[in-house]
């Protein structure tokens, strides 16, 4: 065996064989999470693209357009003492023993005049949508895609001749962690 040889042995051949073939996995699989992440970003956007053009649809109706009133009665304007939660929420919730400016004061989340009503909302994360409640949402529309918006109308929240909804759009490939945005219409002059 000559002492003047170049090479490589077969063993600085395996190592860097396994050396390279580490890292293609590791581009594979940043690879596949950059198309799943993509996916994700495409569905969302669609969602929100369906949900805008719904909002766009009801700023343009008038303030007592049917689309846009409380049809279960939680959302109404029973806020006797203009501290910015619904009294009959509160009533139907709270303690018969207990103050209810302390109960309302450690249970803010679920005196929210029905906005975070919808069906399956227990399945949502809490801190996503706090104090959501699995009771029918006023308003429910399914769009060509799949998308299920739910809408719920409070009157006169957060001020006097104001109607506030809230949008809760779910996917129904994406489970059940909502896209959720609020927008307020006044009543006009």
């Excluded at 580490?22 to 940043?30: P, S």
């Excluded at 959501?132 to 409070?154: E, F, K, P, R, S």
Aim: aromatic share 10%; with cysteine; proline share 3%.
């Amino acid at each position: 065996m000559l002492m003047n040889e170049r090479g490589f042995t077969l063993i600085e051949t395996m190592v860097a064989s396994v050396v390279l073939g580490i890292g293609l996995v590791g581009l594979w699989t940043m690879q596949i999470a950059s198309i799943d992440s993509n996916s994700k970003s495409y569905v969302d956007a669609t969602a929100i693209f369906d949900g805008t053009e719904q909002v766009e649809i009801w700023m343009g109706r008038l303030y007592s357009h049917m689309d846009l009133t409380d049809t279960n009665g939680n959302g109404t304007n029973r806020d006797n003492d203009f501290n910015g939660i619904d009294d009959t929420q509160i009533a139907s919730v709270a303690p018969n023993n207990y103050r209810v400016n302390n109960w309302v004061e450690n249970n803010l989340a679920s005196a929210n005049y029905g906005l975070n009503d919808y069906p399956g909302c227990s399945q949502v994360n809490q801190s996503l949508v706090p104090g959501c409640t699995d009771q029918a949402a006023d308003h429910t529309l399914t769009t060509t895609d799949g998308t299920v918006i739910y809408w719920n109308v409070a009157i006169d929240y957060p001020v006097e001749y104001t109607k506030t909804t809230r949008i809760h759009m779910l996917r129904p490939l994406e489970g059940f962690n909502p896209i959720t945005f609020d927008y307020i219409k006044e009543e006009g002059i």
